[in-house]
Each structure stands twice: as structure tokens, then as C-alpha cells.
């Protein structure tokens, strides 16, 4: 619910009506909780495809990612943050990639943060590191950050990378974390096609793992908003407002400050408590497609909090701009015509930024 009266420096962002206290009736007896996924554990594939059928959402544990490489970007975001912000406003406006804040996509949508959005690219960028770098192109385990896509034939390749360069997050640390966690998303990907009797076992995971794929890495602060103190305890300030991911998996992790919210399959939406040592895997719109809709994407949005900054980092699993995105033949009965009309990644990619956040990107694709 959005509500009229409020401070003045909250002017541009919207209010949400809060979950209700203490996660509400909905965390309380019918909501179980976030389910947890131990990934290498005997029976993951089949853990993993029901809580995604059941919440689009669940949480990583024992995923193998050392403690170091996290806290290691987690402290060189944090140092980026705090900067002078001239010295941040140099990286941005974000569009779509970059520094961004309180602005999210080009469709006027705002949030009481701010961000940095990064394209992982494999390939395009490697040969321009490599001569730009001291850093041996070895030690990028192959995952290159462009800050911004070009987006027609780029004539300068080393003026973006150096845009990354002056943004002063490590780009080694951005590349140890994102290797690691583009790892975590293909082990999902991997255990849903397991789970589902999907052949070959690299059928998803492929999409999201190849030189061409199109991943983003996004790492959100969400710095304390007082001013919540002055409005009424049943509304919260939007820090992201509620969407749905528009790649096949999203990976999540976070500080230890609330502030995620998800909608349960009945539109009720509960806090999700946070846990600064697991990821949190949310089921994106391509990947609702491939399954013909058996596993769903998951609204979800964040809240501000009055007192504490929450910093997330998440990394969007997204695969080439040419890959279709169909519901699976294996997932279609003899002759069954798929749930939604077929589509390129890049097609919906294009359609999404058009849209606003809140916007249900599937509906136009949904066969009626
Ligand atoms: C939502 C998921 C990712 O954060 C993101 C977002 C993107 C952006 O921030 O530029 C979009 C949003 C996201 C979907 C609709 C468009 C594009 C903002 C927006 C209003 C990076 C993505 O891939 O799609």
C-alpha cells in the first residue's frame, strides 16, 4: 500500500505496507520458514525442486565458498560505499550498469539505496585485462567484470575496463566471488535438472556456465533510514521495491541486517531472517519458463531499516543472448503445447529494461 504523507526527503520512494509484526500469521503457522538445502547432501535434487515448487526461495548451506572470499568483497564494497560521494557519483549513473543510487532501471522506479551493477563478461573483456592488468589473467579464473557493455561495437574496450579499475572495488575480489558463486548457481541448476528427470544432467547449468552467458553481479547498500523512526509502525520505506528476477537463478547473501521480504504463492509476504553465512537462491522468470511453470519465479522485495545498513551482493545467472527459452520438451506431456510462447534471453532482456520493476514481465509470454 502506498501511503501519501510522509518526510520530504522521502519524496521520490515509495511505502510499503510492513509485514506484519514478527513475520505476521503468515511466518507464524503456515509459513515453515526459508528451507535449507544442503547441496552436496544425499537427497538435494529432490530438497531443491520442492522448495522451489513451494517458495521459488531457499537457502544454501555447506556451499563451500570460503568464508574469506566473502568477507573480503563484503569489506571492499563496504570501503566503496563509504567514499565520498563525488568520488562514487565518477563510477555512474548507473545505466543500467555502474554506480547507481536511489534510481533502479531507467522507468523512474526508486529505492532508499545504493548500488554498483556489473556485467560478468567471459571473454570480451579478457585480452583488454590481460595487457591492462599486472594482475596475471590466470588468477581471474576466467570471470571479467565490464563495467559497461557496450552497447553497440565498442571502440575503446580499455575505457570501461578502466572505469572498473578507477571504481576502487578489487576487481580480483569481485572475480573470486563471482567465480565462486557462478559455481552455486550452476550446482542448483544442476540439482534442478536432477530432480526434475531433466537429460543431460547439464541441461540448465550449461545455460548460465558458458563464455557467451550474460551474468550481472549487483552489490546493494542500503544505508540506515531514521526518518522510518517518524512514519507509523505499520509502513516500512521501499529500499527495492517487489519484482521478479529476470534470469534463471539469482544468488543472494547478505550482512546480517533484515530487510528481504518474499511473496508466498498466496501473495502474503514474510521477512526473511538473515544469514551472513549462507546464499539465498531465488527462482528467476527464464527459468519458471524452461520448467513450463513447475518451479515458479518469487516476488521479492527489501525494506529499509531505521537503524542499520544492509549490504547484499547478488549474482544473477542469466545465459547467452541467443539462448531460447522454452518450456523443456521432457517436461511436456506427448503433444502438450508449453504453458508460454517460446523467446530469446536477449528479446526478454530487452523487453525487461522497457518495463517497470514491478511489472509481471511473464504475462505477455503466457499461452491463455
Ligand atoms: C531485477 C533483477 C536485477 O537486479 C536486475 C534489475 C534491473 C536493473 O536494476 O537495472 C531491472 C530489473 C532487474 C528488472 C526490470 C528493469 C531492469 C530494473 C528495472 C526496472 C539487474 C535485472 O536484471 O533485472
Redesign the pocket.
Known amino acids: 500500500m502506498v501511503v501519501h504523507a510522509k518526510p520530504a526527503a522521502l519524496d521520490q520512494i515509495s511505502l510499503v505496507r510492513s509485514a506484519e509484526p514478527g513475520g505476521g500469521a503468515a511466518s507464524s503457522s503456515l509459513f515453515p520458514g526459508v528451507p535449507a538445502v544442503d547441496l552436496s547432501g544425499p537427497g538435494a535434487a529432490a530438497a531443491v525442486v520442492d522448495a522451489c515448487e513451494r517458495f521459488g526461495f531457499f537457502k544454501v548451506a555447506h556451499h563451500g565458498v570460503p568464508a574469506r572470499v566473502v568477507d573480503r568483497l563484503e569489506s571492499e564494497a563496504a570501503a566503496f560505499f563509504a567514499k565520498p560521494q563525488a568520488e562514487k557519483d565518477a563510477s555512474g549513473p548507473?545505466n543500467?550498469?555502474g554506480y547507481?543510487s536511489k534510481r533502479?532501471?531507467?522507468?523512474g522506479?526508486t529505492g532508499w539505496l545504493e548500488?554498483l551493477?556489473l556485467a560478468v563478461d567471459h571473454h570480451q573483456a579478457a585480452a583488454a585485462v590481460s595487457k591492462a592488468s599486472p594482475v596475471p589473467s590466470s588468477s581471474l579464473r576466467s570471470v571479467v567484470l565490464c563495467w559497461i557493455r557496450p552497447p553497440v561495437r565498442s571502440t575503446q574496450p580499455l575505457f570501461y575496463l578502466l572505469k572498473i579499475l578507477a571504481c576502487g572495488v578489487c576487481r580480483e575480489a569481485v572475480s573470486e566471488y563471482v567465480g565462486a558463486v557462478r559455481g552455486v548457481a550452476a550446482r542448483v541448476l544442476e540439482a534442478v535438472a536432477e530432480g526434475l528427470g531433466v537429460a543431460p544432467r547439464d541441461a540448465l547449468s550449461g545455460m548460465v556456465s558458458g563464455a557467451a552467458s550474460d551474468g550481472?553481479f549487483?552489490v546493494n547498500h542500503y544505508p540506515p533510514c531514521p526518518l522510518l523512526q517518524r512514519l507509523p509502525d505499520s509502513c516500512s520505506v521501499t529500499g527495492?521495491g517487489e519484482?521478479?528476477?529476470?534470469?534463471l537463478v539469482?544468488v543472494l547473501r547478505s550482512n546480517g541486517t533484515p530487510g528481504l521480504q518474499l511473496a508466498l504463492r498466496d501473495g502474503r509476504w514474510v521477512p526473511v531472517p538473515p544469514d551472513r553465512d549462507a546464499f539465498f537462491v531465488i527462482v528467476?522468470d527464464s527459468l519458471e519458463v524452461l520448467t513450463n511453470g513447475r518451479l515458479k519465479s518469487v516476488r521479492h522485495r527489501v525494506v529499509a531499516n531505521s537503524l542499520k545498513p544492509r549490504v547484499s551482493m547478488?549474482y544473477?545467472a542469466?545465459p547467452a543472448p541467443e539462448q531460447r527459452i522454452a518450456p523443456l520438451p521432457e517436461l511436456l506431456g506427448h503433444g502438450e503445447q508449453g504453458a508460454y510462447r517460446e523467446f530469446t534471453w536477449g528479446d526478454y532482456?530487452k523487453a525487461?529494461?522497457?518495463?517497470?520493476?514491478g511489472?509481471n514481465?511473464l504475462d505477455p509470454f503466457r499461452r491463455r
Request: aromatic residues 12%.
Open positions: 548507473a543500467p550498469l547507481g533502479i532501471g531507467r522507468n522506479d548500488y551493477l550481472v549487483r527495492f519484482h521478479t528476477d529476470p534470469q539469482s528467476g547478488i544473477f542469466g532482456k525487461a529494461y522497457r518495463s517497470r520493476l511489472d514481465r
